[in-house]
């Protein structure tokens, strides 16, 4: 980012980065809903990776 834009072109860039990444999440969300529906058995799968993954953030204190 240029540094003629100022505070402006700062707040501009970080709300496009906001409304991309809402966007990503209410689209993997209905993604995973829609093969939960599908395949009721994946809801055990999805459950385990989030605790795998929540569990391996906490144990090596990793931040995204």
Not at 8 to 34: E, F, K, S
């Amino acid at each position: 980012m240029p540094a003629t834009l100022g505070a402006v072109g700062a707040l501009a860039a970080a709300t496009t980065i906001t409304l991309n990444h809402t966007r990503l999440t209410g689209a993997i969300a209905l993604v995973l809903g829609v093969s939960i529906l599908i395949f009721p058995r994946f809801l055990t799968y999805l459950v385990a990776f989030y605790l795998i993954v929540l569990g391996v953030v906490s144990v090596f204190n990793v931040h995204f």
